[in-house]
């Protein structure tokens, strides 16, 4: 769904660069600050796939689509924003605003660059001053970003693209609807319920979340991955990107422990720094973007 289709929110454009013909638009604001908004960018991205992707059902049996998936993130976005932006805590730092959107165009064109072939997607970056917050990207590509997060560990630009390429393949990859594919695979009588209490068991349901917990650490393996390799295609050191880890690592006092969801950081770490070492030795493809 794009910003200006939601009631009540207008969206303009400016005059920056376009990706493929589109242009990049200023993303509106909810809410008593929206006056004088111009910073949240969106611009056009590529996921992995763009049609509904359905798993096999019976008739009568409810499929998980792509576009339920989108709806449900549209909403839980919305809700997020705006209740940072009541609190004063949405897009506080134009700057900072402008930097993270300045490294995300540019991580957004070269994932144009890998996938040619697919439709474009528009995607939407708020930054949020809510220490509770680190980086979170939702279906379709809704991105929050904690400034308090980036900066408690002092990352440079090189680190701050390591970290939106790592939440950029969630959404490249769907990884929303493989979860909820996985979710119905694993307990097939999902399959006859409203997609609402599927999307809400997936957070809450003790049970479910604990048989989704082997995906849940697959889909982060893989955006650390896929995420490193994408930004160094976009012409970022290797080594630099990785980084990102080592920090994380430094910023933990238990870092050889991981979570349900993610490996250890001393884990992570390791494996991002070998795969940056091979890769810093392979030539990589031209981007027209000098190393940072």
Not at 134 to 146: E, F, P, T, V
Not at 195 to 214: G, K, Q, S
Not at 235 to 244: C, I, N, S, V
Not at 259 to 283: G, K
Request: with cysteine; net charge negative; glycine share 6%.
């Amino acid at each position: 769904m794009s910003m200006a289709a939601v009631e009540g929110i207008v969206a303009r454009e400016v005059e920056f660069p376009k990706v493929n013909g589109a242009p990049i638009i200023v993303a509106p604001r909810t809410g008593a600050h929206a006056a004088g908004y111009d910073c949240a960018m969106t611009w056009p991205i590529l996921p992995a796939l763009m049609f509904a992707c359905l798993l096999g059902a019976g008739a009568g049996a409810h499929a998980v689509t792509q576009e339920e998936v989108l709806a449900g993130a549209e909403k839980t976005y919305r809700e997020r924003v705006t209740e940072l932006d009541q609190a004063g805590m949405l897009d506080v730092d134009p700057a900072f605003l402008a930097r993270v959107a300045r490294i995300a165009r540019r991580l957004s064109e070269q994932a144009q660059r890998d996938n040619p072939a697919i439709p474009a997607l528009a995607w939407e970056i708020h930054t949020s001053s809510d220490d509770r917050d680190n980086a979170s990207c939702m279906a379709g590509g809704k991105i929050l970003l904690s400034q308090a997060y980036v900066e408690r560990l002092m990352l440079n630009d090189a680190e701050l693209a390591m970290i939106l390429s790592h939440e950029m393949q969630h959404a490249i990859l769907l990884h929303n609807l493989k979860e909820y594919e996985e979710a119905i695979r694993l307990e097939p009588a999902w399959r006859t319920r409203p997609f609402a209490e599927l999307e809400d068991a997936v957070d809450y349901n003790d049970r479910l979340m604990t048989r989704l917990i082997p995906i849940n650490r697959e889909q982060e393996i893989e955006a650390d991955r896929r995420g490193l390799e994408m930004a160094w295609r976009a012409g970022w050191r290797a080594l630099d990107l990785a980084g990102y880890f080592r920090k994380v690592v430094q910023s933990r006092s238990m870092s050889n422990f991981g979570s349900a969801t993610h490996p250890a950081p001393t884990q992570r770490w390791r494996t991002a720094r070998a795969l940056a070492t091979a890769l810093d030795q392979t030539p990589p493809p031209a981007t027209g973007n000098p190393a940072q």
